[in-house]
């Protein structure tokens, strides 16, 4: 079975623009999280897409934004970015049934603002 | 405030020794707990998880302990090998599927031949 995919791997942005990330779960899996990684914050979570509907949003500002599409394919939107905006960002999905807290990763998509 | 806690930033092993990697948490409505390894520019890779139900779940040569009631839990790896050296990552889940994880901030592991 083929894992979460994301793309693209790696970003150079400027300061003030906006940017686009993809994540693609495993099949069959519906439910999508976005995750964002910096050393001095460690993993903190984004917001999570279940069924094209937002189930749980992180303490993020609103610039940072998602969707879900009717394939499980989600994307995130961050608009105006900032310095502080540089990180590794990561997508996890995760199956139904018993163990459907176990989230399984992708290979992150490297974000640099400068 | 941090509701998971991995208090030592780094540990160094012996290979063949044993590795416990050890995780507070504040939270006592986490029901799931979770162990991921991650290396540098990769995702974090999903190694093991338990349930508050339990107190011990093994897989090969990981094995998770949870102390419920110290909301404690450790991951022992035996043997340690040096494949093993990366950041290793507690974060725990209030109920099945529906509540985001809450990640610890890690503790590099580094197995030495």
């Known amino acids: 079975k083929a894992g979460v995919t994301q793309t693209p791997r790696y970003l150079i942005k400027t300061r003030g623009q906006q940017v686009t990330l993809s994540c693609s779960p495993i099949s069959g899996h519906r439910s999508v999280s976005w995750y964002q990684q910096t050393p001095g914050q460690g993993l903190q979570f984004l917001f999570e897409y279940f069924s094209e509907t937002q189930r749980n949003k992180g303490n993020f500002p609103g610039r940072f934004s998602g969707r879900q599409f009717s394939n499980s394919r989600s994307e995130m939107n961050v608009s105006t970015l900032e310095l502080g905006d540089s990180a590794l960002y990561l997508c996890a999905s995760s199956g139904r049934g018993g163990r459907s807290y176990e989230q399984y990763f992708g290979p992150g998509t490297r974000l640099t603002v400068t | 405030d941090q509701q998971v806690k991995q208090n030592s930033p780094s540990l160094s092993v012996q290979e063949g020794r044993i590795s416990i990697l050890n995780c507070d948490y504040t939270n006592s409505m986490f029901d799931y707990f979770l162990w991921y390894k991650k290396y540098p520019a990769e995702g974090p890779t999903f190694l093991i998880s338990?349930?508050?139900?339990?107190d011990k779940n093994e897989d090969g040569r990981f094995t998770v302990f949870l102390n419920k009631s110290a909301k404690h839990l450790s991951l022992h790896i035996v043997p340690s090998q040096p494949g093993d050296s990366a950041v290793y990552f507690c974060?725990?889940?209030?109920?099945?599927?529906?509540?985001?994880?809450?990640f610890g901030k890690g503790t590099r592991l580094s197995v030495i031949a």
């Open positions: 338990i349930s508050s139900i339990k």
């Open positions: 974060a725990a889940s209030e109920y099945s599927g529906n509540t985001p994880l809450v």
